[in-house]
């Protein structure tokens, strides 16, 4: 699905950038998420007899999926971003990302250049 509605509000290149800042934020949260993980395995050979293992393996199953499912958004966030990046440019005058939204389903949107009035579909 293309976030036509973001896009139409904001124009693509606010939109573009906004969706790079979040992103990286997921990478962010990954990589926190992976040391914690590592950190909490490390303290778990050093933990004692009782409940305290198990929560702190609790701890760690839990933090290594929050690194599993901020990986995925990175990634999704960062394709798709490429993906429509890819697609912005207008054939006839070569402006990037310089474009109004005509309209949209949910495959596809119809672009129109500010520059030039050309107009293209974006799937």
Not at 24 to 51: Q, R, T
Request: proline share 2%; hydrophobic share 45%.
């Amino acid at each position: 699905m293309l976030p036509a509605h973001a896009i139409g509000r904001l124009g693509f290149r606010r939109w573009y950038e906004r969706e790079l800042l979040l992103g990286h934020g997921w990478l962010i949260a990954c990589l926190i998420c992976g040391f914690a993980v590592f950190a909490l395995l490390e303290d778990l050979s050093h933990s004692s007899a009782g409940f305290g293992p198990a929560l702190v393996l609790g701890a760690a199953f839990a933090a290594g999926w929050i690194t599993c499912y901020a990986l995925h958004r990175y990634l999704q966030m960062l394709l798709r971003a490429q993906h429509l990046a890819e697609r912005s440019t207008c054939k006839r005058c070569g402006a990037y990302g310089r474009y109004r939204l005509v309209g949209a389903t949910s495959a596809s949107m119809i672009v129109c250049c500010r520059n030039c009035g050309n107009e293209w579909t974006i799937d």
